[in-house]
C-alpha cells in the first residue's frame, strides 16, 4: 500500500526538522527535555481543540505550531485554528504560557 499524501508530506517535514537541528518525537513519547529544539508531531490537544500537526519547544517551553497544508493552500482559517492551539495545550505540555504560540508556520506538503 502507498503512503498518503499526508504521510509523505510527514516525512518531507520530519527530515526539514531533523536537518535544522531539532529532536522529532511522537506524541505518545514525548519528552520536552530531550533536546534544546523538540517538535513533537501529530500534538493532541485538550477536548474540543484538534490536533496539531507538530508542536515545537525550545527549552522545554512551547514556542511554535507547525501547520501542514498543501501547496497553494490559502492562510484563512489559519489564525483561527492558531488560537486552539495555544488555548488547547494540555497542563503538562506548558510549563509557562507563551503568547506568540499564535504563530503557525506553513509547509507545502
Known amino acids: ?33 530531550a533536546k534544546q529544539g523538540v517538535a513533537i508531531r501529530e500534538f493532541q490537544l485538550e477536548s474540543g481543540h ?21 501547496e497553494g493552500a490559502t492562510l484563512s482559517g489559519v489564525e483561527s485554528q492558531s488560537d486552539k492551539y495555544k488555548n488547547g ?3 503538562l505540555f506548558h510549563p509557562t504560557i507563551i503568547s506568540s504560540l499564535r504563530k503557525s508556520i506553513l509547509f507545502s506538503g
Open 1 to 33: 500500500m502507498s503512503p498518503t499524501p499526508e504521510q509523505e508530506a510527514r516525512v518531507k517535514i520530519d527530515e526539514m526538522l531533523d536537518k535544522a537541528g531539532w529532536d522529532v518525537q511522537d506524541f505518545s513519547k514525548a519528552n520536552i527535555q
Open 50 to 70: 484538534a490536533v496539531a500537526d507538530y508542536l515545537l519547544y525550545v527549552d522545554g517551553k512551547a514556542a511554535g505550531v507547525i501547520e501542514a497544508k498543501k
Open 89 to 91: 495545550l494540555p497542563s
